[in-house]
C-alpha cells in the first residue's frame, strides 16, 4: 500500500512562526511515515523554513498523525542581520574582603572590663587584622550584536582579547570612567559561509566610583570601581581597656586594571 500524507486544516501562524498538521496512512513503520511527512511539507513557508517535524502513532488505526513546524532556531523571529543588538544582565554581586567596617554597632566586655576599642577594624587578633568576606553591589550585563564579516578581522578579535580586562577610560553606557571592566567577548558565525554574519557577546561588570569614605580617623578617601583600597594598622595602646591593639593609620588605593578606549569594539559608547 502505498504511503499517504494529506494536510489536515487547522494551519497556525503566529507572527515568523507556523505549524501545520497531516494524517499519514499506508504504513505502520514511524520512520518511514517522518520520511513521507519531510517529503510532502515544503521547505519554507512564506519565506520561513521548515524548523521541525514529528510523527505520533494513532490509536486503533493503521496511520500515524505530523505536525511540521516552521521557524527559525533560537526561539522564532528573522534571521539575526548586522546592525542588530540583544541584552541581558544580572545583579548577582560580587565579593570583596574587607578589614574595616561602616561603623561599629556595639561592643560587649564583662562588667569590671573595657571592650578595645579598635576603631572599626574586623577580626582583629594578636598577629594583625583578618577582614570578612561580603557581598558588593556589581552589576553584570551582556551584549549580543550580530556584525558583518568583514568587520570580524583577526585584528579585531585580537583586539578585543587585548581589551578583556581592561576598565574604560572614557564614559561608558551611562557609566562613569573607571567602573566598567571589560570581560571578554565570545563569537560564532551564523553559517559555513566565510560571507556570514557573526554574532558576537560582550561581557561586563561595572563596580562604583566612591568618595568620601572613612576608615576609623582616616577620612576623605576616593577610589574608582576597580581600583583596590587596603589599610594599614599598628599596634597602638587603648588606655581605657588597658592592652594593645590594632588601629588603621594609612589608607592606600591601587591600580590593579589597566584603563583602554572601548570605542574599538564597535558598539559605541
Do not use: C
Not at 97 to 106: A, E, V, W
Amino acid at each position: 500500500m502505498a504511503i499517504t500524507v494529506e494536510e489536515q486544516f487547522g494551519r497556525r501562524l503566529s507572527g515568523d512562526r507556523g505549524e501545520f498538521t497531516y494524517l499519514i496512512k499506508g504504513t505502520d513503520d514511524a520512520a518511514a511515515a517522518r520520511g513521507a511527512l519531510l517529503s510532502e511539507a515544503p521547505e519554507t513557508y512564506g519565506g520561513i523554513p521548515l524548523l521541525d517535524a514529528e510523527v505520533n502513532e494513532i490509536a486503533g488505526a493503521e496511520g500515524f498523525s505530523g505536525r511540521v513546524n516552521y521557524g527559525y532556531s533560537g526561539g522564532g523571529g528573522s534571521p539575526p542581520e548586522p546592525g542588530d543588538s540583544s541584552f541581558t544582565f544580572d545583579t548577582g554581586g560580587g565579593t570583596q574582603h574587607i578589614t574595616h567596617s561602616l561603623s561599629t554597632i556595639g561592643s560587649y566586655a564583662p562588667p569590671d572590663q573595657t571592650a578595645p576599642d579598635f576603631q572599626g577594624a574586623i577580626g582583629v587578633t594578636e598577629n594583625g587584622v583578618e577582614g570578612v568576606d561580603i557581598t558588593i553591589p556589581v552589576y553584570r550585563w551582556s551584549e549580543k550584536h550580530t556584525k558583518a564579516a568583514a568587520d570580524v578581522t583577526q585584528a579585531y578579535k585580537l583586539a578585543l582579547a587585548a581589551l578583556t580586562g581592561q576598565v574604560n577610560a572614557a564614559g561608558f553606557r551611562g557609566f562613569a570612567a573607571g567602573e566598567v571592566v571589560f570581560l571578554g567577548a565570545s563569537g560564532s558565525r551564523q553559517g559555513d559561509d566565510e560571507d556570514d554574519p557573526w554574532d558576537i557577546v560582550f561581557n561586563f561588570a561595572r563596580n562604583p566610583n566612591k568618595t568620601g569614605l572613612t576608615i576609623g580617623p582616616i577620612t576623605g578617601i576616593a577610589k574608582k570601581g576597580w581600583e583596590y583600597l587596603w589599610v594599614l594598622y599598628r599596634e597602638e595602646e587603648d588606655t581605657d581597656a588597658k592592652r594593645i591593639v590594632q588601629r588603621p593609620i594609612a589608607a592606600y588605593v591601587e591600580q590593579t586594571y589597566l584603563s583602554g578606549s572601548f570605542d574599538g569594539m564597535g558598539i559605541g559608547s
